[in-house]
C-alpha cells in the first residue's frame, strides 16, 4: 500500500496504450500531455481510472516557462482548467523555451516544437524565476519544472545544472520533476556528471521522477521515449534513490509502443531499482551508525565511549512523504539576487526587467533561427551539433504533423517525408502543428504539383479544412483569398 502523500509507480497515459494502462497492475497513478486533454470531453479511459482512485497529472509541453516572453494568460488558464477536471495535486511543465522572436526583438515569431534548453545564466535564471512566480499565481495546485534533455549547450554558461536548479527552487519555491533519462542526455551529449547534478540539487524538492529510453548514434543520444529504458538511466535513478525516496516514479513513453507484457517488465525494473537502492540505503545508514559509535569509543578521544541518543538519519527525510504538494524551502532574504551577489539586489534588477528579458530574447531568437530558418549559428555554438538539433526538429516536426494531419502522409504516400523536409528547411513553424499541415498542403499546391488523383485529394483537403474566405480587407486576408481563388481554379 502507498503511503500517505506518495504517488508512487506510474505511466504515462496515451490514448494509443490506455486501454492497456487500465489493465495494468500495480500502476498507482499516470501522467497525460495537458495540451492533448480537453476538460469538456475527457477521455473515458482517464474517467475509469480516476473513478478507481489512480491520480492523474497533467503534464504541460507548451507554457515555454524559460522564453523571454512573460507565460501567455490563456495557455496558463488552459493548463489550470485541466488541473481542476482531473482533480489533480499539483501539474508540471519544463524549464525550456519553444518558441523565440515577436515584439522584443521586432521579428517574426517563430515555433520550436519542441523543448530547447535555456541558458544557464543570470540573466536567463531571473526571468524564468518570475515567469514561474506567475505561473504559480495562476494555478490552483502546486507546479513542478522538469529539467530537459539537450544536443547543445550554450556558450558563456555560469551555472552548472545542479547549480541553476538549486537557485531556481530556492527563489521560487517550486517542486521539481527531475528526469533521469534526460540527465543520462546531458551526460552523453554534454559531458555532464548526473552524480554531481544530483548531488547539488535540493532533493527534498523533488515532487517526482521521470524515466524514459532512448538510443544512442554517432556519439549523440537522442532522448527518444521510444526505446527501452537503457540500464545507465536505472542507474541514476538508483543513485538518486539512495539520496532521497521519490514521492513518485513514471515510466514514460510516447512513440513505438511495445506490447503491454514489455512495459509490465519496464515497470517492474524500476520497482527493484527502487527498492534494491532503499535497502542499500539502509544499510548504509546502519552502517554510518556503527562507526560512529566506534568511533566516539576510540583511544584517540580518550576512551569514552559516547552512546547514541539518536540514529543516524536516512537522507529520506519526512519531509520527502509531503513533497508533492508542500512549498520547497527558500531564503527570503535572497529571493532575488543572483549567484554571487549581494542580498536585495532583486530591487534594483526589476526596474530592468524589459531589458533583461531582451537580451535573452535575441540569444534565444537568433538560436531558434539558425535551427528552423537557416541562419547563420550564433557564434560560440558548435555547428555540428546544431545541425544533428536542427534535422532531428525537422524530423519530429514532420512525424508530428503526420499524427495531426494523418491524410497528408496517406495521399502523398512515399513522397510526403522529403516533401516535407524540403518544405521546413524553407518555411518555419509559426503557428503550431495543425496550421503547419495546412501551409505545407497549401505550399505544395501553390508550387505546382503535377495534376492528378493525388493533387486533387490533396487540394480538396486544403479546402475543406481552410475554411472560409476571411471578410476583412487586409493584406493577409487578402492573400488568403487570392490562394483560395487560384486553388480553386486548379
Known sequence: MREPGRLGTGIGWRPEIAEAVENMP????VEAVAENVCPGHLPKSLLRLRERGVTVVPHGVSLGLGGADRPDEARLTALAERAEALGSPLVTEHIAF????????????????????VPRTRDALRVLCENIRVAQAALPVPLAVENIAALISWPGEEMTEGQFLYDLVDRTGVRLLVD???????????????????????????????????FERDGVWHDSHAHPVARPVLDILADLASRVTPPGVLLERDENFPEPAELERELTAIRRTLETADVTTRAAVRGTAALAVRRAASPADGGQAVAATEPARSPDTASAAAAITAPASRTPGDAGSAPGEPAGAGSRDDADDDARRQR??????????????????????DRVRLGVQARALAAKRADVVAKVAPELPEILAD?????????????????GYRRDALDFAEHLLLTGLPEGAETRRLRGWWLERSGPAPLSGRPAARLARATRRALLRR
Open 26 to 29: 500495480g500502476v498507482d497513478w
Open 98 to 117: 519553444v518558441r523565440a522572436g515577436g515584439p522584443l526583438t521586432a521579428s517574426p515569431l517563430l515555433e520550436a516544437g519542441h523543448l530547447l534548453p
Open 180 to 214: 533521469v533519462a534526460n540527465l543520462h542526455t546531458n551526460h552523453v551529449n554534454r559531458g555532464e556528471d548526473p552524480a554531481k547534478a544530483l548531488g547539488e540539487l535540493p532533493v527534498e524538492a523533488i515532487a517526482y521522477v521521470h524515466v524514459a529510453g532512448g
Open 360 to 381: 535573452v530574447a535575441l540569444a534565444q531568437t537568433a538560436l531558434l533561427s539558425a535551427l528552423v530558418a537557416g541562419t547563420p549559428a550564433p557564434e560560440g555554438f
Open 415 to 431: 513522397g510526403y517525408r522529403p516533401a516535407f523536409l524540403a518544405y521546413a528547411q524553407r518555411h518555419p513553424m509559426t503557428g
